[in-house]
């Protein structure tokens, strides 16, 4: 067990009959009233996204979870084939599992399954990405100063805004974790 008052970012526990990760947390101490914690959690079996406030000192299960890293190998229809370097163990995932990490997955890229009591929850990407521009229009000469953006699809099928500058055959930093433009690679 432990306290929601030592809840940290990342952070796995078990409430609702669900496994959550705290994405954001808040301590609030009203002038009239007790304390309390507001937190925005992630359920890892659904990816369904809640907002839940716990009194303070209020006492949560903390699970205990595994993080494997696998190697993605192939799509066959709708499962994903992912591989254990070291037993060459092979697991399938569906789509549906993992919607969102499914933009930035290229074959033979390495991440971590996370499992919890053997049952596979998702699949963690690192925080950025490398992906090469597919499609994009070509900037046009002293666009570059206004500042703007333009849509560009990489190799995954990802839709991401670019600054003008960018081109076709470019290979980009892209943040995993809400599908934005960083840098060039």
Known sequence: MISVNDFKTG?????????????????????????????????LRTGAIAEKTFRAGEKVSKAQIDNKTMQY?????????????????QIELPA??????????????????????????????????????AA???GIKGDTA??????????TGLVVQVPFFVNEGETLVINTSDGSYVSRA
């Open 73 to 89: 190998l192939y799509s066959s229809g709708d499962q994903y084939v992912f591989m254990d370097q070291q037993t060459y163990e």
């Open 136 to 138: 994009t229009e070509p």
């Open 11 to 43: 952070l796995t526990i078990e409430t609702d009959g669900g496994i959550w990760r705290v994405l954001e947390f808040q301590h609030v101490k009203p002038g009239k009233g007790a304390a309390f914690v507001r937190s925005k959690l992630r359920n």
């Open 146 to 155: 206004s500042g703007g953006s333009k849509p560009a699809t990489m190799e």
């Open 96 to 133: 549906s599992q993992i919607e969102h990490e499914l933009n930035f997955l290229l074959e033979n890229m390495e991440v971590h399954i996370i499992m919890f009591n053997g049952e596979t929850l998702g699949v963690e990407l690192p925080n950025t990405v490398n992906l090469k521009v």
